[in-house]
């Protein structure tokens, strides 16, 4: 290992001590708001630790912690101005997820957005991992969707006279290149996104309605040039009741010219897509220190070469998800059932996830 890269780790692991000691007259109230002079400070952690057995020959079972966020939230100037930062110290290399800066030109309706986060596009994206209804994310968000990105985006908000009506917008301007990465091209890439809830009656207070684009510029053998132009395009709808849930959404990516690839999910054909549909109910049980049981279920698709035939995967996920608190200890159970087209592989997974939040 370079002597740059241990100065780094060195660097990076006493910065964390540091804030884990200046943090300690806290800790008592983490995940709680705390009031300070200039302002209020929270502090929230999330650890996942997962077990996955292969049925595949020649995989590996394992255990292993997929994350460990360090969350810091801070509101100033009578909550005009957020910050957050997002650390994730159960990644080998790039700890840094999430930080940016809120400024609210209107309070609660109109706001910009300056640092690394979320790109936003996607409902499944959108989605923090500790709130996900399944361990993984489908495989076509994870081969479509852009994940974290650099840049500025403005957001606005509205309700209309019947409060379970809203509209959401959102446009922002990105690198392109991903999360810690600066841009490696004269090229901006542009994401526009509309959610809302056109139904005014109580019953359907849970239901989205989003719409996204994403039209931007990819350096794909890392030479400074841009190769191509990507196009993405997505759509989808959840409705989430006390009593159950459902999501569903299809994306697809256009690019002007294919790329082969060793990984099947970092190969560019000009057109791939693939769709996700899910649901589930919660059976309150309130025994045996557990309070909520989640029966889920998902049937998801993914082309990676929509001119090619005999490529798709399918893959069907059944589980349980487990709540002791909250959402602040789950348990995660998840089987997935891949089958792929052409030549078929004993590819089966099952997964078993702990979740503690504070």
């Not at 943090?23 to 300070?36: D, Q, W």
């Not at 974290?148 to 009506?165: I, V």
Request: glycine share 8%.
């Amino acid at each position: 290992m370079s002597t740059t890269k241990l100065t780094s780790k060195a660097l990076l692991i006493c910065s964390l001590l540091s804030l884990t000691i200046l943090s300690l007259p806290i800790i008592a109230s983490a995940g709680a708001t705390v009031e300070t002079p200039h302002g209020t400070f929270s502090l929230n952690a999330c650890i996942q630790g997962r077990y996955t057995h292969y049925f595949e020959e020649g995989q590996l079972d394992a255990f292993n912690i997929q994350n460990a966020f360090l969350q810091f939230g801070g509101e100033f100037l009578d909550g005009y101005f957020h910050g957050f930062l997002n650390i994730n110290v159960a990644q080998r290399e790039n700890y840094l997820l999430d930080a940016y800066i809120d400024a609210y030109l209107i309070k609660d309706t109109l706001f910009l957005r300056l640092g690394q986060y979320r790109v936003p596009f996607g409902m499944e994206m959108m989605m923090p991992s500790s709130k996900l209804f399944f361990i993984e994310r489908s495989l076509v968000n994870n081969a479509i969707v852009p994940n974290r990105d650099m840049g500025l985006t403005g957001t606005y908000k509205t309700t209309f006279p019947n409060p379970n009506m809203w509209l959401e917008f959102d446009a922002g301007v990105f690198n392109g290149a991903g999360r810690n990465t600066l841009d490696n091209n004269d090229e901006k890439d542009f994401a526009v996104s509309v959610s809302a809830n056109p139904f005014p009656v109580d019953l359907f207070s849970g239901f989205e309605l989003r719409f996204n684009y994403y039209l931007g510029s990819e350096d794909y053998d890392g030479d400074g040039n841009v190769d191509e132009k990507r196009k993405l395009l997505g759509g989808g709808a959840g409705f989430d009741h006390p009593m159950f849930f459902f999501q569903g959404e299809y994306l697809q990516g256009e690019y002007e010219e294919a790329h082969l690839h060793p990984n099947p999910f970092e190969q560019r054909a000009e057109e791939t897509f693939g769709y996700y549909t899910y649901g589930g109910f919660r059976w309150n049980l309130d025994k045996f220190r557990i309070e909520t049981i989640e029966p889920v279920v998902r049937y998801q698709l993914y082309e990676p070469d929509k001119s090619t035939d005999d490529d798709r995967t399918t893959v069907v996920t059944g589980g349980a998800n487990f709540y002791f608190d909250g959402h602040y200890a789950k348990l995660m159970l998840n089987y997935d059932h891949v089958m792929e087209e052409g030549t078929a592989v004993e590819n089966d997974v099952f997964t078993a996830q702990m979740q503690l939040m504070y």
